[in-house]
């Protein structure tokens, strides 16, 4: 809204310092922070732009649209996840069916009262709340212990957050404008509906459905079909691996009914109201059927049932989450459905009382906390004919508590529900829960003290949102108890929703996709752990549910291959893994997308890509091999150097995020081709041994192949003759990267893979080679002497392979077993 111009003296090398300067300024600690920004650098010149982490560039996105034919998507499931689904679908050119078993749109995302997470938004900027990833994905591992928040899946979903939040915004016109600070979280980054003007608070879940709903309608290619239940995915067997080709359900009337289509996405929620024999909740946690729920009777699994029948794996199904505060009617204290308790009413400053009239947990601890600490230290319900329900609490709320939380709200869990009683002092008080009154003064004059010194030793409480203390006057007081809340297991899904398998054809590490079936929301798992941070499943919905239906729009792709053609083609980058365990110290290994779940890169072991992206207005390109095999679809995954050996791209890649863009290009290479029976050729030649000769930050190429080599021995029914062998030379130890790659694949086949590394500068202790590669290096440790089945590959500088081919002629190798990328014109190009 304003114009600032500023002159800054810095350094030749300074435009990254004053980016880095600007980026100060977009601090929500400023009174006005900064939301854009341009960079001008004489020396150069030079144009910087403000970029925000984990977004595509526009013209890379309007290229990547460019290369899909129109799909049939179908939808299953029509609460907040699949709603989204099917707009991104949409969105993408694809014809979108939404089935949804129920009369109306809606399920339990309509039910949710918390509000919906996110850091780095606008909103938070607005409110002065500093808030970043790092935060926010520790809170949620930490929620998550004891289950399997998968690094990517976390990932994601804090990247894409305020992604998601501005979408909401702007696109579906929901006003997140309040924040709130639920129990779990370091921050404040619970995004509500403020209330209206009357002060009746808006219910978050319910409001972003009427906004979905709306949305979804004005689409003319989306359909949506009510009241038709789903009763199994059609699957075909496609060269060995799953695909699913359509959906079969039945209509209003009953009648049974069948779509074939080009992707299906499941939306169809978590399993927490389902207690019959034979239901998941009774497989997988028997210990809880019979425990309430706040579930609708729809809640009963069936994306997930349906889901396993076609090979989906299903993770931390036993990981169910109580909620600690659902409201038990006293009129009614045997129903299985509860009236949820919002998050709100212990966020707004509500406290936990025993039924002593004593405090015993920390109300903004993790759910699982709270409710376990309801269960170990209060008592069980009493039932009108004498028998024992399961443990609960009192609630309490004074004035100021109610002030926060909306008293039109409040007011209708009281006088339209019933959920909720108005007691006078702490005389009134202690008279309802039938305690001492000491008690409940004692209780509260701690409580007040404990506000004032900002801890509560007791619990470890440090953050009061309200001083509740023993001469308050109006309380309001209601009866909770934990009940099954939310599943956080289900069926595992990749960083982009795709349903996985176990490993088998076309695989990327021990797991696959299932080709053409995808999923969001509570009916997938990986995500939470083994407890979901409150606010996160409104945010599951919508990040997952855009990736996965865009995913689904984009199956039908105009050519099977991505980086085949030679040209720089843009894509993003799905999710980044340090591998320092697994490759050596400083590795990562970055995973990108191709345009098309089902297109494979269109490369040959061996060859190598380019990157390019620009970065403080220098446009950086550097080299990779890709670690993923040709065969793998959908993905491509490079594996790079993190330190300053990476060279100047490092310094590019480290900046991007989940859902950033870059170009890639496939380059040259020695261009090895796996034959149907996993043997290998090379320019016609059919290959029984390899041998790789690399020097300095040269050794990636032989990674790629190795791990090639390797896995086809996996496939023989009897190991060939041959191997493979490696010499890998260096300055220092320090300088030797992936070595712990060749270690991991040496354990499965020892007698098909040897390497020797040689340094010029040993550490004390080393038995291994001494100075440079000479003749005898190589008549010792690679394959001498040359045969007709017989392939070297150089990796290194230029220098290095100059000099080794000169070395290998001196040793009979003849030219056409001797590949060097240096002297490869299109490896040069």
Not at 220 to 240: F, K, P
Not at 282 to 299: C, I
Not at 613 to 619: F, P, Q
Request: net charge neutral.
């Amino acid at each position: 809204d304003a114009l600032a111009t500023a002159a800054m003296a810095v350094s030749a090398s300074g435009v990254r310092e004053g980016r880095k300067l600007l980026d100060m300024f977009k601090g929500s600690g400023l009174k006005d922070p900064v939301v854009d920004y341009l960079l001008y650098s004489r020396c150069g010149p030079r144009v910087v732009r403000l970029l925000d982490p984990g977004n595509e560039l526009p013209a890379h996105r309007e290229e990547r649209m460019k290369q899909h034919e129109p799909a049939h998507v179908v939808v299953v499931g029509g609460g907040l996840a699949g709603v989204c689904a099917a707009i991104e679908a949409s969105k993408a050119g694809a014809r979108v069916t939404l089935l949804e078993k129920e009369s109306d749109l809606g399920g339990n995302s309509a039910k949710a009262t918390s509000g919906i997470n996110a850091c780095g938004t606008r909103v938070q900027k607005a409110n002065g709340v500093d808030d970043d990833g790092r935060y926010f994905e520790r809170d949620t591992h930490v929620s998550g212990i004891g289950g399997q928040s998968d690094l990517a899946c976390v990932s994601t979903l804090s990247d894409q957050s305020a992604k998601a939040i501005h979408w909401l915004i702007d696109e579906l016109g929901v006003p997140l404008t309040a924040l709130s600070q639920l129990g779990g979280h370091a921050k404040k980054r619970t995004h509500r509906v403020p209330p209206r003007a009357d002060g009746k608070p808006v219910p978050v879940g319910f409001t972003m459905m009427q906004h979905a709903r709306a949305a979804a309608k004005a689409y003319d290619n989306i359909e949506v079909l009510t009241s038709c239940t789903l009763t199994a995915l059609i699957q075909e067997e496609v060269s060995g691996c799953k695909e699913v080709k359509g959906v079969e359900y039945k209509d209003p009337s009953g009648a049974p009914q069948k779509i074939l289509c080009d992707a299906v996405v499941l939306t169809t929620g978590g399993f927490g109201y389902d207690h019959t024999t034979g239901s998941l909740m009774a497989e997988h946690r028997p210990d809880l059927v019979g425990v309430p729920t706040t579930n609708g009777s729809f809640a009963n699994g069936d994306g997930i049932r349906f889901g396993k029948a076609v090979g989906a794996n299903l993770v931390d199904m036993d990981k169910v989450q109580l909620h600690p505060t659902a409201f038990i009617d006293p009129k009614d204290p045997g129903n299985h459905t509860k009236y949820l308790g919002p998050e709100a009413l212990r966020g707004s400053g509500g406290i936990l009382l025993d039924q002593k009239g004593r405090r015993f947990v920390n109300e903004l601890d993790l759910r699982s906390v709270v409710s376990q600490h309801i269960l170990d230290h209060c008592d069980p319900y009493k039932m009108p004919d004498g028998s024992e329900a399961r443990p609960w609490s009192w609630c309490v709320l004074n004035e100021e508590c109610q002030e926060k939380f909306g008293k039109p709200m409040l007011n209708f869990y009281k006088d339209q529900v019933g959920l909720f009683e108005s007691v006078t002092g702490t005389a009134g008080l202690a008279a309802l829960i039938g305690c001492p009154e000491e008690n409940v003064v004692e209780t509260l004059k701690e409580y007040a003290a404990s506000c004032d010194q900002q801890i509560c030793s007791k619990t470890g409480k440090v953050v009061f949102p309200t001083r509740v203390c023993e001469t308050d006057q109006s309380f309001i007081v209601g009866r909770i108890t934990p009940c099954i809340h939310y599943c956080m297991g289900g069926l595992e899904i990749s960083s982009v929703g795709e349903v996985l398998t176990r490993a088998g054809c076309g695989a990327v590490g021990k797991r696959r996709k299932i080709r053409r079936l995808f999923a969001a929301g509570e009916c997938t798992g990986g995500v939470h752990g083994g407890n979901r941070l409150g606010g996160n499943s409104l945010l599951e919905c919508v990040v997952f549910g855009r990736l996965a239906g865009e995913r689904a729009a984009t199956i039908k792709q105009k050519s099977p291959t991505a980086l085949g053609c030679g040209d720089w083609v843009p894509l993003t980058l799905r999710e980044v893994r340090a591998t320092d365990v697994k490759y050596g110290h400083n590795t990562a290994v970055y995973r990108f997308n191709l345009h098309g779940s089902l297109q494979t890169t269109g490369l040959e072991v061996g060859r190598f890509i380019g990157i390019r992206g620009e970065l403080d207005g220098d446009t950086l390109t550097g080299y990779y091999s890709p670690i993923s095999r040709p065969e793998d679809d959908g993905i491509i995954d490079i594996l790079c150097r993190t330190d300053d050996k990476g060279g100047p791209i490092v310094q590019f890649l480290t900046s991007m995020r989940p859902g950033s863009s870059c170009l890639l290009r496939g380059m040259g290479g020695p261009k090895l081709v796996k034959q149907p029976d996993s043997t290998w050729c090379y320019h016609g030649r059919k290959i029984k041994k390899l041998s790789l000769l690399c020097g300095g930050t040269g050794l990636a190429p032989a990674v790629q192949i190795a791990r090639a080599y390797i896995n086809s021995l996996a496939e023989l029914p009897e190991l060939p003759e041959g191997g493979l062998k490696i010499v890998y030379a260096a300055e220092a130890h320090g300088d030797l990267a992936f070595v712990t790659a060749f270690d991991n694949l040496k354990v499965r086949f020892p007698k098909h893979l040897n390497y020797y590394l040689v340094l010029n500068r040993p550490p004390a202790g080393w038995v291994q080679g001494i100075g440079f590669v000479d003749l005898d290096c190589i008549r010792r440790n690679l394959w001498f002497p040359p045969s007709d089945d017989h392939l070297l590959v150089m990796c290194g500088p230029p220098i290095f392979e100059s000099i080794m081919c000169k070395n290998l002629a001196t040793l009979g190798y003849p030219g056409e077993q001797i590949y060097s990328f240096a002297a490869d014109p299109e490896a040069c190009a």
